[in-house]
Structures are given as C-alpha cells and as structure tokens.
C-alpha cells in the first residue's frame, strides 16, 4: 500500500512539473516571438499617372539677327514683354539705306526715261526701213539702242528692290506675336549682318512639353495619338518645379520619327496652354499620364524592403515571417503595384519590418 502511494504521489509530481515547462515554453516562445503588424494583400482598380522628366519647348522661336550692317539707333520695346507681329523692334542707322532708296527710284526714272526715247527712235526707223528710206546700220543702231534702254531700265528696277529690300532690313520687326527676351546689344552697337544675334522672340500662347518614353510603351501613346480627345481630357497633365499640378491639361502633338537605338527610348511632344504665361521655355517640369490598368494587387509602399536593387516583402506564414521576393509596378499614392510574388488575400508585415529576417517568429498585433 505504502509503494502504491508512492507511485501515485510521483506520477502526479512528473506531471505537475511537465505542465509546468509546457507552460514555461509556451510563454517563452510567445516572449520571444517579435510583434508585428500586417495588412492583407488584396486586388483594386489601380488608376495612377505615370511620370516622365520633361522640358517646356517655344513651338514658335526666331533668332533676331540683322541682314544689313550699321549703328543701332533705336529699341522700341520692353525687354520680357509681349510684341505684336509687324511692331518695330530694332533700328539700324538708315540713312544711307534711305539715300541708296531714293538714288535708285531717281535711276529708274532715268532709265524708262531713255527707254522711251529709245523707243520713239527704234519705231521712227522701223517706218523708214519699210519706205526703204533710211540705211539698214541706222535702223540696226536703233534697235540695239532700244534693247540696252530696256536691259537698263530692268538693272534700274533690280537695284531698286535691292536698296528697298536694305531699307526695310533697317528696321527689325516682330515676326509674330510672342514674348521677346533681354537684348544683346545697346544703342550704338555696330551689327555684323548674319552674325550679330539681337535678339529671341518666342510664341508662348501654346508651349511643347518634350519627354522620353521606351519603346516598349510607343504602341499606348499612339493610341493616345490616333483618339479623340476633349478639352478637359485629363489623359495628359504637368507638375511644376515646385511640384504643384498645373490647371490646364496638353494633348499629343508629335511622337518622333525614330527610336534611338542606343537608349530604346523615343521623343514625345504634347501641346499644352499657356494662357496666363506661367510656363516658360526651357522649363523643367514632368508629364503625367494616365494610366486605369485595371485590377492589380496593391500593398503599402512601406511594407517593401529594397535589397541591391530587388523588392521583397515579408508574409505571414504558420506565425513565421518568409521573405518573398516581389515585382513592383506603378506607385499609387501611398500604394503600390505587385505584378508579380504575391497571391490576393496574403498577409504581409507593415510594421516591425526592421526587427524581422526569413523565419522569424512573429506575433500579429493590432494596429
């Protein structure tokens, strides 16, 4: 009876400490376990605009540069401001210009003056050779004389245009409406004609935005070409230096000819306004363009760890962490796009990334 006891008194001894080390190991594990919190990896419409570096281009630009030689004598605008096609905008000395004028006009005169007598001459001869009453050098002098009056009187009109085609290169005016920049001469330069560069005035009622896009998306900006699209299609948009959004949206103007074989990338333009003259060429800015792909799997931007140049997320599996590598697409907001490594309902980690390598122990918390 004594032995039976001790053996009862044992058994209940082992299993009193066995389920205490249970529980010790139970409560060690879940201690050691890092929290985490995870969200579910799950499929939505992903609608996002793609962007491109980009630079604002004049459509219209034309160099200033004088065609005949001289003095500045005259500025007649202010320097940063509109122009109106045909306003004056520089004057060079014309003094000379307008004596050549007015010596050729009095030349003209002359010539048709002796092309007439010339004349009078060759018909009197004319009437007298069919009388047989003069001699046939007399009439061949007259008209030869008649010949050189009128080659004369064609010399006359042709330095007339020239002295007039000077005079008018005297004084430079505004090729279209648009916007003139600084000058790059003051009064009293002497200009060079061809070489002396004056002045830039571009149109900027509508401006270009040139970007690059890779070959592999010509096909989608085509279509974008080839459509209809309205004023207030939102497909095309910009985002300013300073990174605002700006209010008026650009349609496609011109793809490129050709795909540059050394970068797979081709040149795109849009048109966009520019009614309150914000925009300026040269400007730095990016295109965004619309993108609806549909339903793609979309986790937050935070939840991936980039690793020499490759994406991975962490998912939750049997209470362990398994890194899983991933192909991102698009940002979307705070979002972005898996093409490829995860399945729509997995749970992935958001927070704690930083305490958690592949098989790590983890215990979900509440956000």
Do not use: W
């Not at 505004?174 to 003139?180: L, S």
């Not at 590598?325 to 972005?336: E, F, I, P, Q, W």
């Amino acid at each position: 009876m004594y032995k039976i006891l001790n053996v009862i008194i044992y058994c209940a001894l082992t299993a009193g400490l066995l389920s205490c080390t249970g529980s010790a190991a139970k409560d060690k594990n879940e201690n050691t376990a890092i929290p985490v919190t995870v969200t579910r990896a799950g499929t939505a419409d992903a609608v996002f605009y793609n962007s491109y570096p980009a630079n604002i281009v004049a459509l219209k630009e034309v160099e200033l540069r004088g065609q005949v030689s001289g003095y500045i004598t005259g500025i007649y605008f202010t320097e940063g401001k509109r122009v109106q096609k045909g306003k004056n905008l520089y004057e060079i000395d014309r003094r000379k210009y307008q004596a050549a004028y007015e010596a050729a006009q009095s030349n003209v005169k002359i010539a048709e003056a002796n092309f007439g007598k010339a004349q009078l001459d060759a018909d009197r001869y004319t009437d007298l050779a069919r009388q047989d009453a003069v001699a046939k050098q007399l009439f061949d002098h007259a008209m030869t004389d008649l010949n050189n009056a009128k080659q004369q009187v064609d010399a006359a009109n042709s330095d007339l245009v020239r002295a007039k085609t000077d005079l008018e290169y005297s004084l430079i005016k505004a090729p279209f409406d648009g916007t003139i920049g600084f000058s790059n001469v003051k009064l009293g330069a002497l200009v060079t004609p061809g070489q002396t560069l004056l002045n830039t005035v571009s149109a900027d009622d509508s401006l270009g935005v040139d970007f690059q896009i890779n070959e592999n998306e010509l096909l989608r900006f085509q279509k974008f070409e080839n459509s209809v699209i309205s004023k207030n299609d939102s497909t095309f948009r910009i985002s300013l230096p300073d990174n605002s959004i700006y209010p008026y949206f650009g349609r496609i103007s011109v793809i490129d000819r050709a795909v540059d074989p050394q970068t797979s990338s081709i040149r795109v333009r849009i048109i966009i306004p520019n009614k309150e003259r914000i925009l300026k060429p040269g400007m730095s800015c990016k295109v965004l363009v619309l993108n609806a792909s549909g339903q793609q799997i979309l986790i937050p931007y935070k939840a991936v760890i980039e690793q020499l140049g490759e994406y991975f997320v962490f998912v939750i599996r049997e209470n362990k962490a398994a890194q899983v590598r991933v192909t991102l697409g698009a940002r979307v907001n705070s979002n972005v796009i898996v093409m490829k490594g995860l399945n729509d309902g997995e749970n992935i980690v958001v927070d704690g990334i930083q305490k958690v390598h592949d098989g790590s122990a983890v215990r979900i918390v509440q956000q």
